[in-house]
């Protein structure tokens, strides 16, 4: 589990914080490492992925293009990434615009004969921390939701140290607030499910939700965020075991399921974009496995779901070697092991009615 430090932006946040910079996605870079897909045939839901326009975009012609990239995905589920929100009206349903964007998307997917189920799920933002008053605002993202919205993703990384965020760095331990438990009252009781993204250090927050809302569907991000940037360099070891411990910990809430992927950010300090060519699927299949194959062991296949986080991790590998390493990672599972692993989990936790 070799790191190093990724380069961090010399710019200041509004605290005085280093900004942690974000990669660019280099395609003739990319384009050095082509690899045919292995098992081809396996069902895929591709259980986290972004739309925008920063950074050259990655709007239907890219995601369309790594779709078919030689790997059976049969569909896919957006996540929220603050991008296409309404300009006018109450702040509160600004979000809403993100969620009329993905429908509208899927629409243009489905006129250009796409025949895999781009976004069949989707995940926007509320503020939780209205409380019972988000109730209006998720009505709105179900109404404009074309029958796909899922939930919300109210993002709560934070730590002291730096500011890892693009959207604004959140409030320590929002979490806690009894105005954003009272918010995810309201998400339950319309049968919505909530995205945790948060880092390692605060997967207690996680804990005691899940805890606090057994009935709550409970997904966390980026197999729960280890760092390897600011004072976590060159600590890997150290951040592992007390990843390791916190999860054990958390698997323990039945309903709480766990994303994996997302260790080709930068905030996770591998370096891969560093070298002269993109890394082989062996390569990231041997850095990743420590955390992904000990997730799967501590929440067993049936709660975890494989997610490409494109295109964020589109900066260190392509999106075809990136599902050849989740499929080497999961090599000793069973064939109904596989099922849960790379399809069963997102369709069943997001309601996607796939056979």
């Known amino acids: 589990m070799s790191q190093t430090a990724p380069s961090v932006a010399p710019l200041l946040d509004a605290d ?3 900004i942690l910079s974000h990669l660019s996605i280099q395609p003739d870079w990319l384009n050095k490492k082509i690899e045919e897909a292995l098992e081809p045939t396996l069902p895929i839901v591709d259980a986290h992925h972004h739309l925008w326009e920063r950074d050259g975009g990655y709007l239907l012609d890219e995601i369309v293009a790594d779709l078919n990239s030689g790997h059976n995905v049969e569909a896919t589920v957006f996540a929220q990434c603050g991008y296409a929100y309404r300009e006018q009206g109450p702040v509160s349903m600004r979000p809403v615009g993100e969620t009329e964007f993905v ?12 025949p895999q189920q781009v976004c069949a ?9 209205l409380g019972e008053a988000v109730g209006e605002v998720l ?8 029958g796909r919205f899922r939930g919300i993703r109210h993002i ?7 500011n890892g965020s693009l959207l604004g760095r959140p409030p320590a331990q929002m979490m806690y607030q009894p105005a954003f438990r009272s918010g995810l009252v309201q998400l339950q009781k319309m049968g919505l499910s909530f995205d945790a993204w948060l880092y390692h250090t605060q997967i207690n927050e996680v804990i005691d939700l899940a805890r606090d809302m057994p009935d ?3 997904v966390l991000n980026h197999v729960g965020g280890p760092l390897g940037v600011g004072p976590y360099v060159g600590q890997s070891d150290a951040v592992y075991r007390a990843w390791h411990a916190s999860m054990t910990e958390l698997a323990r809430c039945p309903n709480v399921r766990v994303k994996l992927g997302g260790l080709a950010m930068a905030l996770c300090g591998f370096d891969f974009h560093l070298q002269a060519l993109p890394p082989s699927s062996a390569q990231l299949a041997t850095a990743w496995a420590p955390y992904l194959q000990t997730a799967i062991e501590l929440f067993g296949a049936e709660r975890c779901m494989f997610e490409s986080n494109f295109p964020v991790d589109k900066a ?3 999106y075809g070697v990136l599902w050849n390493a989740f499929k080497r990672i999961s090599a000793g599972a069973s064939a109904h092991e596989k ?3 790379f399809k069963g989990t997102a369709n069943q936790f997001y309601q996607l009615g796939l056979n």
């Open 16 to 18: 005085g914080l280093p």
């Open 103 to 114: 429908a509208q998307f899927t629409q243009q997917a489905q006129k250009r004969g796409v």
């Open 121 to 129: 799920g989707i995940v926007g933002y509320a503020d939780m921390t």
């Open 139 to 146: 009505q709105a993202h179900v109404d404009a939701g074309a």
């Open 156 to 162: 709560t990384a934070r730590h002291d140290a730096f």
């Open 216 to 218: 709550l569907p409970i």
């Open 316 to 318: 260190m590998c392509s």
């Open 339 to 341: 099922s849960w692993l």
